[in-house]
């Protein structure tokens, strides 16, 4: 140790540590990249890297400088009892997380415009089950929650033709999209859309926020795409209306608990399409750049990028 940046530590169960050591070292060769287990002088460290750590993790490191949550969404990492409360928290906002997210929203749009889990069906049953095709713009989306992700996917949406809604908890305007703000336009808002798309993130405020109440506001066969947090949603409630066929179909990349469980009845409904949390992550190639100007930030004393505010939660 002893380099002139100092040393990073990593810790994700998730991630490969020798991909995302090579491509911070290809930006800061100075910087010595560690993974947790291998870490001799917790009191060299000055950046941590991390997904979901254990409790207690940040403790033992006293000259701490600064904390990349290893992904875009920061709720588990706000909710710990162990972070320095001076020490800033900055998030990933690499353009190709955006990207590759807006990519699978479209995915999971189209497929429900296109009424592809009619046909899938149809075809388990060697039936030709002829569904005339409609236009997008007869299609109106919703997407809640326009931060960086969300916004990217909703002009991408808008940009292929549907009528596209946009809903955050604050102001935004995004060309093409019709955007509202604040509680009391939500229910509103659901209730004009033929697909809803998830995309807020987790906070006190807006975990449990689509209980059986809200989520009953949705039209009659409405389709509902989450790829935020699965702690939004009331899932018993979801999986009920999903059986009664209030909400028509499902494609859902979170859940409350992940993975999973085998037994859980989402995993033999039909008109669900189920994916294991993958809608978009943190590619080390692209995501090195903005991680390593950061750092040189702080190492010359200035604040961060992408800093996410704790009181907010995000």
Same mark, same amino acid.
């Given at each position: 140790?002893?380099?002139?940046?100092?040393?990073?530590?990593?810790? &994700?169960?998730?991630?490969?540590?020798?991909?995302?050591?090579?491509?911070?070292?290809?930006?800061?060769?100075?910087?010595?990249?560690?993974?947790?287990?291998?870490?001799?002088?917790?009191?060299? /460290?000055?950046?941590?890297m991390a997904w979901k750590p254990p409790e207690?993790?940040?403790?033992?490191?006293?000259?701490?400088?600064?904390?990349?949550?290893?992904?875009?969404?920061?709720?588990?990492?706000?909710?710990?009892?162990?972070?320095?409360?001076?020490? =800033?928290?900055?998030?990933?906002?690499? =353009?190709?997380?955006?990207?590759?997210?807006?990519?699978?929203?479209?995915?999971?749009?189209?497929?429900?415009?296109?009424?592809?889990?009619?046909?899938?069906?149809?075809?388990?049953?060697?039936?030709?089950?002829?569904?005339?095709?409609?236009?997008?713009?007869?299609?109106?989306?919703?997407?809640? *929650?326009?931060?960086?992700?969300?916004?990217?996917?909703?002009?991408?949406?808008?940009?292929?033709?549907?009528?596209?809604?946009?809903?955050?908890?604050?102001?935004?305007?995004?060309e093409g999209v019709a955007c509202f703000s604040?509680?009391?336009?939500?229910?509103? /808002?659901?209730?004009?859309? $033929? @697909?809803?798309?998830?995309?807020?993130?987790?906070?006190?405020?807006?975990? !449990?926020?689509?209980?059986?109440?809200?989520?009953?506001?949705?039209?009659? *066969?409405?389709a509902f795409v989450n790829v935020a947090r699965?702690?939004?949603? $009331?899932?018993?409630?979801?999986?009920?209306?999903?059986?009664?066929?209030?909400?028509?179909?499902?494609?859902?990349?979170?859940?409350?608990?992940? =993975?999973?469980?085998?037994?859980?009845?989402?995993?033999?409904?039909?008109?669900?399409?189920?994916?294991?949390?993958?809608?978009?992550?943190? @590619?080390?190639?692209?995501?090195?750049?903005?991680?390593?100007?950061? @750092?040189?930030?702080?190492?010359?004393?200035? =604040?961060?990028? !992408?800093?996410?505010?704790? &009181?907010?939660?995000?």
């Amino acid at each position: 140790m002893g380099t002139s940046l100092g040393t990073l530590v990593f810790y &994700s169960d998730f991630d490969d540590f020798d991909t995302w050591k090579h491509a911070l070292q290809a930006q800061l060769p100075d910087l010595e990249v560690v993974h947790s287990s291998a870490v001799e002088r917790l009191q060299d /460290v000055h950046y941590a890297m991390a997904w979901k750590p254990p409790e207690g993790f940040f403790r033992q490191m006293p000259n701490l400088r600064l904390i990349v949550n290893l992904g875009a969404g920061v709720d588990a990492l706000v909710a710990r009892k162990d972070l320095p409360p001076d020490v =800033p928290i900055t998030r990933i906002t690499d =353009p190709q997380m955006s990207r590759m997210m807006a990519g699978y929203v479209l995915f999971a749009v189209l497929r429900h415009a296109r009424d592809i889990p009619y046909f899938e069906q149809a075809q388990r049953r060697g039936a030709w089950a002829y569904r005339h095709p409609r236009a997008p713009d007869e299609t109106t989306v919703a997407v809640l *929650g326009l931060g960086q992700l969300g916004a990217t996917a909703a002009h991408e949406l808008q940009r292929q033709g549907f009528r596209t809604l946009g809903w955050s908890r604050s102001p935004r305007q995004i060309e093409g999209v019709a955007c509202f703000s604040g509680m009391e336009t939500l229910d509103a /808002v659901l209730g004009q859309a $033929d @697909i809803v798309v998830l995309m807020l993130p987790l906070t006190p405020q807006t975990q !449990n926020l689509f209980d059986r109440t809200r989520l009953e506001r949705l039209r009659p *066969g409405a389709a509902f795409v989450n790829v935020a947090r699965g702690a939004l949603v $009331d899932q018993a409630a979801l999986t009920a209306l999903l059986q009664s066929g209030h909400i028509g179909s499902a494609t859902l990349d979170v859940f409350e608990r992940e =993975p999973l469980p085998a037994a859980d009845p989402l995993w033999g409904m039909p008109h669900v399409l189920i994916t294991p949390h993958l809608a978009s992550v943190a @590619i080390p190639s692209s995501s090195a750049r903005q991680i390593a100007a950061n @750092i040189l930030r702080v190492a010359a004393g200035e =604040p961060p990028d !992408n800093r996410i505010d704790r &009181s907010r939660g995000y």
